[in-house]
């Protein structure tokens, strides 16, 4: 077996050693991304824009990855 070839259980340990966050409903590491997202008022006025970071995953990218 070569030492490229990684298992699974190398994969956890990396993803550990590199504080990925694990989504809890669907398993998958967060992937972070650079949302730009409005900010609105109570009256539902955009005031201005806010780059935030977000973390993606299956339960969320289709709502936030247009
Ligand atoms: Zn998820």
Redesign the pocket.
């Known amino acids: 077996m070569s030492k490229g070839v990684k298992t699974f259980a190398d994969k956890l340990a990396k993803n550990a050693k590199d504080f990925k966050i694990h989504?809890p409903?669907?398993g998958?590491p967060f992937e972070y991304v650079k949302h730009i997202m409005p900010i609105t008022d109570a009256k539902g006025n955009t005031l201005r824009f806010k780059e935030k970071v977000v973390g993606l995953?299956?339960?969320n990218r289709s709502q936030i990855v247009k």
């Open positions: 989504c409903n669907c998958e995953c299956k339960c």
